[in-house]
């Protein structure tokens, strides 16, 4: 499956942004899907996950009742809404899909990855 990510850009401290993610390929639906962002100087690491149904959904701590991953298999399309933004979630946030099907947090499980898509928050 390929991945096109797209929807970061600039915003304030407080803010929100709704990365999407659009994938190629008849199989979208049997995929987890997760998102992962790396910042500056740092590892990449987990941010959100979701199973291929949407019934699972994980999250890092830090972003924990602010992002929200969803998806629409009938778009082939997954979604992370981000609200009350913070300057830390500064990164280039990245979309994967993991062929197992379920919402992993490991990296290591994912064998698709989009381009990624930055993300500025600042005031």
């Known amino acids: 499956v390929q991945l096109q990510a797209c929807g970061g850009g600039s915003v304030q401290p407080g803010g929100s942004l709704r990365l999407s993610c659009a994938a190629s390929?008849?199989?979208?639906?049997?995929?987890?899907m997760g998102w992962f962002r790396q910042a500056p100087g740092k590892e990449r690491e987990f941010v959100a996950a979701?199973?291929?149904?949407?019934?699972?959904?994980y999250y890092a701590d830090s972003v924990k009742g602010r992002f929200t991953i969803s998806r629409d298999n009938a778009k082939n399309t997954v979604y992370l809404q981000m609200n009350s933004l913070k300057p830390e979630d500064t990164a280039i946030y990245y979309c994967?899909?993991?062929?197992?099907?379920?919402?992993?947090?490991?990296?290591?499980?994912?064998?698709?990855w989009g381009q990624g898509t930055q993300v500025t928050v600042s005031s």
């Open positions: 994967a899909a993991d062929p197992s099907g379920y919402a992993s947090t490991w990296y290591s499980e994912y064998d698709s």
């Open positions: 390929g008849r199989t979208f639906s049997t995929y987890g």
């Open positions: 979701i199973s291929w149904s949407g019934g699972s959904t």
